[in-house]
Structure formats: C-alpha cells, structure tokens
C-alpha cells in the first residue's frame, strides 16, 4: 500500500491510488520473474523499436484488473494502442499505461525498467504510480497530496542555474538521421551551456523519477507518447518541480515532448537551448 500521509486528496483518489499500487506491484513480479530469461524481441516503428512478450502480458495484466474495478473508465495502453486500439484522452478518467517503461533496458538486463499508470481526469494528471520491481522502488503522486518512494516524501532539487544542473536527456528510438542529428545537437547545446552533466537511463518514466526526487535537475526528450510521461507528470510536479512543453506552456501529453524540471526557471533555460521537433499527435 502506498503510504497516503499527508495527502489531502479525496478517499476516491485514493481508492484510484491503491488500485494502480496493487496491480503495479503484481505487474512487477511479472517483469523479475522474466527479466534474467532471455526475451522473445518483435520490432515495431522502427528496428530499435522493442517490443517482448512481457510487455503485452503485463499490459493486460493491469487494464483487466483495473477495467474490473473501474468499468466506466476509459484505457490507452501502449501495446493495446500499437494493436490497434483508438488512442484519445476524453475527460473521461482515463488510465495512461506503460507496462514496460523501458524496454530496451528489459531486454539487455539493465536494470532500469518500470510499470508507469498515470490516470487523468478531466484531462488533468491526477494519479500517478512508477514502480521499478528490479530496484523495488515504488513512486506514487495524487494530485496535491505530495510526491513519495517507497512511502517517503520526495523533493525536487529546485535547482534554477543551467551551469549547476545534472540534466537527463535521451536518443530514443526514432533512426530518422534529421531527428537523431537535432537530439545529439540538443544534447551538445545543454552541454555547451555548462550543465555539469548528462544522463540517460532508457526510461522516460524513470528519468521523471529521478528529477522528482531531486538525482538530476532536468529531463527532456522529443518523440516519446502519453504513456512514457503520464504518471511522472504527476510525479514531478507534485514533488515541487515542472513538466512544460519543450517549445514553452504547459505540457501537452500527446504532444509527445517534454521538458521535466526541477525549477520553472530551469526548464525555460533548457527550452531556449533546444532545436525543437514536431511529432504526429498520440
Ligand atoms: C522508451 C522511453 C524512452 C525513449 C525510448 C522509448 P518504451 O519507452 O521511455 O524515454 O527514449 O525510445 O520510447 O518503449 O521502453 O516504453
């Protein structure tokens, strides 16, 4: 059970909160079981694209539970979505799911892959829950209730100054040699600017994480879905940071970019770093 201390948000939340716990939790042992065995890899968008059996079983693993519980609300899955299901944020609560945040980390055994359930309501990110089962971490936000792992409140660095910053920036899976040459260039231009330095570990859910809980300063990356950031927008905002649209304004879910910080200030300072790129809408 997450641990709700402090939170003031209402008992339905919880209720919401409780329920993406659990089935995170189940979803996890899944993923230890397999992650030492070695994976049955289909491509998708492109051959860095991964996909394994995992992934789709654990996806219908949380949406059957959380259908059971929830009947009226609604569902976009990443792999239900690349099976074809309608992608489209309603107000209607909707659960936003990850089953494998990280796929790429899964199948090489690096040990850096999460659950990710973010629900929003009235297209707000209301709920947000990253469970990494290798690590035994486990985020969870409610919207204005505070930001926690493993039960324990987590801040982010308020960090303000480009030249003090660790930021967190990654290639991604698209191989279009404009795209690859713009991030690598983004990446230098941070770089230039003075950040102290960059990482990346292959998950933009876990990359959120780390900037909610004040390891790195800033997060940003091009061309990653709804499903990759739902749950760590709740997360990194509710632990005192900001998630924004590269390009500036507030974060756009299916917009596909992001910008995670943990200042207002910072995250201005990265966006005017950034050659910006425009993705076909979730
Ligand atoms: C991954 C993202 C990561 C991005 C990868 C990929 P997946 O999600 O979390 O930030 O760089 O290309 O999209 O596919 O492992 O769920």
């Known amino acids: 059970m997450a641990n709700l201390q402090g939170n003031t948000s209402s008992t339905v939340h919880q209720e919401y909160l409780s329920a993406a716990v659990e089935i995170a939790r189940k979803a996890g042992e899944e993923i230890r079981t397999t992650?030492?065995?070695k994976k049955t890899i289909e491509i998708k968008s492109?051959?860095?694209d991964l996909v394994t059996e995992t992934d789709q079983k654990v996806e219908k693993l949380i949406i059957s539970f959380l259908q059971n519980k929830f009947p009226d609300h609604s569902f976009i899955g990443e792999e239900s979505t690349e099976a074809g299901s309608h992608c489209e944020l309603t107000d209607n609560p909707t659960w936003i799911i990850d089953p494998v945040d990280g796929t790429t980390n899964f199948v090489h055994c690096f040990p850096f892959v999460a659950v990710s359930i973010g629900l929003s309501i009235n297209k707000e990110n209301s709920v947000g829950v990253i469970y990494n089962p290798i690590l035994d971490e486990m985020f969870t936000a409610i919207k204005g209730g505070g930001a926690f792992c493993n039960d324990k409140p987590i801040s982010c660095s308020k960090q303000e100054d480009i030249c003090k910053c660790l930021a967190i920036a990654e290639v991604g899976s698209s191989r279009d040699k404009a795209h690859v040459k713009t991030k690598l260039g983004n990446i230098a231009a941070v770089?230039?600017?003075?950040?102290h330095g960059l990482r990346s570990l292959g998950s933009a859910a876990l990359n959120m994480c780390q900037v909610a809980r004040g390891g790195g300063d800033v997060y940003f990356e091009h061309g990653i879905h709804c499903w990759d950031m739902a749950a760590g927008a709740v997360i990194v905002t509710e632990a005192g940071g900001t998630v924004i649209d590269p390009k500036g304004g507030p974060l756009d879910l299916m917009k596909r970019n992001v910008i995670a910080a943990s200042s207002q200030q910072l995250?201005?300072?990265i966006s005017s770093c950034?050659?910006?790129i425009e993705f076909p809408r979730d």
């Open 274 to 276: 950034l050659t910006h």
């Open 191 to 195: 770089i230039d600017r003075g950040a």
């Open 46 to 48: 492109s051959p860095v």
């Open 35 to 37: 992650f030492q065995l």
């Open 267 to 269: 995250a201005e300072t």
